[in-house]
Structures are given as C-alpha cells and as structure tokens.
C-alpha cells in the first residue's frame, strides 16, 4: 500500500472518530499532492519518496507557522498548527540515526568499491544517486552528502 493511498484510506476512519483536525489535516495534504500531480504539463503520478518528500514540507511548514504564531502570542493558533505537523509526522517513515545513515553510505561504498570501480570525489553524484533513494527521506540529504564527501576524501 503506497503512502497516498493510506492517507485516503485514512479520511473515513477520522470522520468515524470525530477527529476533525487530522481529518482536515489529511484532506489538505491530499489535495496538495493532487495539485502536484495535476501542476505540470502532463500529469503525474507521485511515487512514495516524492509523497514523503512532500509530507515533510508541510510538516515543517506547519512547525515554522506555530513558531509565528507563539512569537506574536496566538498560542492557541500555534497549538493548531503543532496539532497539524503532528498529524501529518505521523505519515512519515521512522527518521533514521546518523549512525544507520552512515552504515547506508558505507554499504553503498563498500559495493560500488567491490564492482573495481576506483572512487574518488568525481564519483560522489554516482555515490549520491545509490544512496537516495536507500535512505528515501528519512535523513537529511545535505548531512548525507557531507558523510558521503567524508568518506570519498
């Protein structure tokens, strides 16, 4: 079951529970990843890393509104806002530690290493490009690319 679909599938559940605000919250989101699909020339159908990708913008985009709202003492707002990226982070795939982030990088070295291919710096996009979708959204991409520089110098 991709990420969407258990969003959509969640809608009915929520309206059952009377829970309007991950209700709300889901259709929101569900209607930002329609606007994706349908935004471009052609339409298209967004895979589960690029939903995750999705998810976590919001997600923060709701965390930098609440920080707002707190500073101009709309704490009930903020509150919303929290309850909303909290909703929303529960979608998300478990983040992963540094060091499961780093063991990724190494495995991914370490086979690309195994293949006679001799890596040096020129190699970190090929590097990069194995390791994405291995890690999918679940670390920080600019901390990943700094292991994956450590480790090629």
Known sequence: MSLKEKLKGDVVPHMKAGNKVALTTVRNVLGEIETREKSGKTPVELDDLQVTALLQKEAAKRRDTAAT???????????????????IEAYLPKALTRAEAEAIVDGVIAEMGAEGTALTMRSMGAVMKSVTP????????KTVSEIVKARLA
């Open 69 to 87: 709202y707190s500073a101009a003492g709309h704490d009930d707002r903020a509150q919303a806002e929290i309850a909303e990226a909290e909703v």
């Open 134 to 141: 291995k890690i999918g959204g679940r670390f920080d991409g």
